[in-house]
């Protein structure tokens, strides 16, 4: 259960990011089972915890952690069409990765990675809260997810209005932590716009619900 003491509203050091953050994902958005929206009124995406071995993290712990997203979609919600790459098929990763995918705007975001015990989930997720509303949704767009910190651990609640409490609260506690100089410099990180081709370990998917808050 949730303690009872007041929260801080900014976590993890000052000067940026330790080890093991920045974690990466990255993957193509489809619908999901839209319950962030349509019960919380929190649009959130879902990732299978597997997505995370790629970088070899698939034992991060359970809990609520905030960093930046990369999307091909501008702040209307519409998808932009990724640039193509202008490597050949025998170019190297190296090589590969200095081709930027343009298209690409940055958001900030919260996300959480664990069972969800107040839905009762029998299996550990990940589910991504952006930072921005959009009008509509985007199926279909690329997503680069780049994990700076930790906010919280997983919780149950008592009930749903608990939970979205505290998920506002977790929201506040992302942006403003954000917002520091070691932290918002990592909006200009690379990976955050490299196209799905210059990705390594591939693509992972992404199963968003409801995207449009």
Known sequence: MRPD?????????????????????????????????????????????????????EDIDSGVYYGWAGLNVDHEGTILPMPS?????????????????????IYPTVLSIGYNPFYKNTVRSVEIHILHTFPKDFYGAHLNLLILGFIRPEYDYVSKEALVEDIRTDIEVGRRSLERSGYKRWREDEYLSLSPVTQEGGVNGVEVGDVAS
């Not at 940026?16 to 974690?23: S, T």
């Not at 929206?37 to 070899?56: C, Q």
């Not at 590969?96 to 298209?103: D, L, V, W």
């Open 5 to 57: 003491a007041p929260r801080s509203l900014t976590t993890g050091p000052d000067a940026g990011p330790e080890p093991p953050f920045p974690l990466k994902l990255n993957g193509k958005v489809v619908k999901g089972f839209g319950r962030g929206s349509k019960e919380l009124g929190i649009a959130t995406a879902n990732i299978p915890i597997a997505g995370l071995s790629v970088g070899g993290h």
């Open 85 to 105: 790459s202008t490597s050949s098929t025998s170019t190297t990763s190296a090589s590969q990765a200095s081709t930027p995918a343009s298209a690409l705007h």
